[in-house]
């Protein structure tokens, strides 16, 4: 199963994220847990500055912005 998480504080542009991320998912028909972390300390842990970030089996692929549907899409076919 895949891990995907949207760091954030629950802003616009994360819950926008959290929906392309599920949209993809359902598309590509995987299985996949996606988990929302709002906690700031556990969001530096990550080493990122700026959200939405969006990370997949613990690696970040994305923050600072988001990501379309398409880069959402190569990065999960390279791990599923």
């Known amino acids: ?5 949207v760091l954030g504080s629950g802003c616009a542009n994360c819950k926008r994220l959290e929906q392309i991320a599920a949209k993809v998912v ?7 847990y996606i988990e929302k972390v709002t906690d700031f300390q556990k969001i530096m842990d990550y080493g990122i500055m700026s959200t ?18 398409a880069e959402i899409n190569t990065w999960l076919q390279e791990i599923a």
Do not use: F, Q, W
């Not at 939405?52 to 549907?69: H, M, Q, T």
């Open 1 to 5: 199963m895949v891990t995907i998480k």
């Open 52 to 69: 939405p970030g969006l990370v997949i089996n613990e690696k970040v692929v994305s923050y600072g912005r988001i990501p379309s549907e």
């Open 26 to 32: 359902d598309s590509l028909g995987i299985e996949a």
